[in-house]
DNA sequence: CGACTTCGAGTAAGCGGTTACGTAGTTAAG
DNA sequence: CTTAACTACGTAACCGCTTACTCGAAGTCG
């Protein structure tokens, strides 16, 4: 590179202040026609890209909002784990924040390292969204004392941590409990079974609990604890499924799944063992991936409108960016269920239900 | 937000010049014990966070490197053609980056706009990396005059860009030429048609050349264009299956299509027309995305690297950071084809055949 | 035709860090 | 005991851009 042009490098070349090439570039007016000419004809001859930082610097603004994100593929070389949750959330805060002219900066937390990552990333941006899983509550809450935060599918944040932060999150809990409504109005399911994620997953926790309120809608026996804990991998799908399937003498009529990539799981086994599914077993999942679509038969499930989290979070921020003192607010995204073939429901109907009428 | 505070009123607070406070923050060195508790604990009381535009100001470096991909989905609302090829580039650019304590900058091009965006992105970051399709071929080049850039899946750069430009690829000619021998050799297939991506995509093109130089090595005849041609998405897939069956009197036995999602369209347009995968017809594709293993058959295709090529643009322009002068390197990551059901192996063959031997 | 705007453009004071350089005060060496 | 070499820390000059003021010139108006 031939080492960067400055401002008065173009200032210079085009005989005037840099304080009117600063006006030019900034806002097209402040300047006359010629001048602007030829300040604009100075700055592309130089190459001339503004310096980010000082520009930062001098109007107390990056236009940079972060994202921290956990890294779940601990194991590093599996490509499969790859929760695509992330991906859409990244899509669309990048959407959000590009429409309003800010650009989004990301990082991911790997094992215990977060809370460094964190602040490094604080010192770069205006503002920050955080996924669930990417920091202890503790440090959570901290940060968001210096730096606007909103935290993403977090719904655990301590009340104290509440007064600072604002909080994005889909309707996990009436996701559930439509679904299992679903199987229990429509199918006449009765025994249903549930395979829950990570025990600390407060996604986790709300589903099941929507699973529950269902089931007690129903006047069925309502468990206390989910049947198989797995940890939202195709793999911990596997073992869940089998473990329940190992501890009855008859398979559960269907089985509630924590998320889409375990039904997965949860499927291949019951095919190796002779189960069909939804014939003998019905299997839903949550989140929509888009392989749940492909699969044969495909997956009835749970939409989380993960883009449109993403987009949220964004505009939260940055609301919050231009108005520090404004009471801190959360938002509940609805879900819908996806209703498809392994549920039992029959391949013409891929329509979807919709949420309560 | 209580209004940040800066380094002066941690300087003040623990009775020290800023001097010391930054040398405290940036090398534990340089001071004493008791002077650096006083500075560290000055500054957790404030909770100040150092202004990252300040410090990048003053070192000329900001520790970010942008990536520019583009947005395919111009439609909007479709979430179904997300192509996960960006996710991947983004997690691996992300892994590479902050491995080097840095973190990636992202931004999607929409039609048009992009030249302002890239500028834009430019001037907050040290590095650029481009994908393929984000950007004209001139404001790449005149945007690398400026900043360090490695542009990825870009082989089309023309030459005098190259200069200055470095350039990632997979080895899109190699992966479609071991497809498409394995096709011939293994499965004996004579009659193979190939369906292309968007027109002037260079990936596809790459491809189309393996393909050919399979089929003549083969002694096969060799075709001068794709049978047809689609845009990477599903239903540009099933476009173009169907245009390519309806063009002919019988099917081919096998078609070689441009990527994973296209060939998940024409897999379902053979499936409605009654033609059973891979019994009547073969079908293989390119990527190996997550669903081409869960499709009924799975899907034979190619593996891209696509972490491995987000890491190494990365790395890449982080070197050129580091030694501006250094001459530009280009990199092209082997590629290696994924055998599934679709090309007519049985099942249990799911190992993956590797390259040249 | 003098007073009042308006407009184009320059001056210079920051923005919040970093770091070369300078200076006591200590310790080690001669 | 003098001198050299550290060590711990302060001073102040940047880094490159924005913007509140200023100011002269040109246009407006009664």
Chains 1, 2 share one sequence.
Not at 69 to 86: A, H, I, K, R
Not at 121 to 127: E, P
Request: include cysteine.
């Amino acid at each position: 590179m031939p080492k960067k042009s400055t401002i008065y490098e173009v200032a210079h070349r085009s005989g005037v202040s840099t304080a009117t090439v600063s006006r030019v570039m900034v806002n097209g007016a402040g300047a006359s026609d010629a001048t602007r000419q030829r300040v604009l004809t100075a700055a592309r001859d130089l190459g001339w890209v503004p310096n980010g930082s000082a520009r930062s610097l001098a109007v107390r603004r990056t236009g940079i909002v972060g994202l921290l994100f956990p890294e779940l593929g601990t194991s590093g070389d599996s490509e499969s784990d790859s929760p695509l949750f992330v991906d859409q959330v990244i899509r669309g805060a990048e959407r959000a924040a590009t429409s309003a002219g800010n650009a989004v900066l990301i990082a991911a937390t790997r094992s215990a390292a977060g809370r460094d990552l964190a602040w490094s990333l604080a010192s770069k941006v205006d503002g920050l969204v955080i996924l669930a899983g990417s920091l202890s509550d503790t440090d959570l809450a901290s940060i968001a004392r210096s730096v606007p935060v909103v935290a993403l599918a977090t719904p655990s944040a301590t009340p104290s941590a509440r007064q600072k932060l604002e909080v994005v999150d889909a309707d996990n809990r009436d996701g559930a409990q439509q679904l299992t409504r679903h199987l229990v109005d429509v199918h006449g399911y009765r025994d249903i079974a549930f395979i829950a994620g990570p025990a600390r997953s407060p996604d986790s926790d709300q589903r099941f609990i929507g699973y529950r309120q269902a089931l007690q809608d129903a006047d069925l026996c309502v468990p206390d604890a989910p049947d198989a804990h797995g940890d939202f991998t195709e793999e911990g799908g596997e073992r869940a499924m089998h473990e329940l399937v190992v501890g009855r003498d008859t398979p559960p009529r269907a089985v509630v799944v924590g998320n889409d990539q375990m039904a997965m799981g949860a499927m291949s086994v019951l095919r190796s063992r002779q189960l069909r599914v939804p014939g003998d077993v019905a299997v839903t999942g949550f989140d929509d991936i888009s392989a749940a679509r492909h699969l044969r038969p495909a997956l009835t499930t749970v939409r989380q409108p993960m883009r449109e989290m993403g987009e949220a979070a964004v505009r939260m921020v940055l609301e919050r960016v231009a108005e520090p003192s404004a009471p801190s607010r959360s938002l509940v995204l609805p879900t819908q269920v996806v209703v498809r073939r392994s549920c039992g429901c029959p391949a013409a109907l891929t329509t979807s239900a919709r949420k309560k009428p």
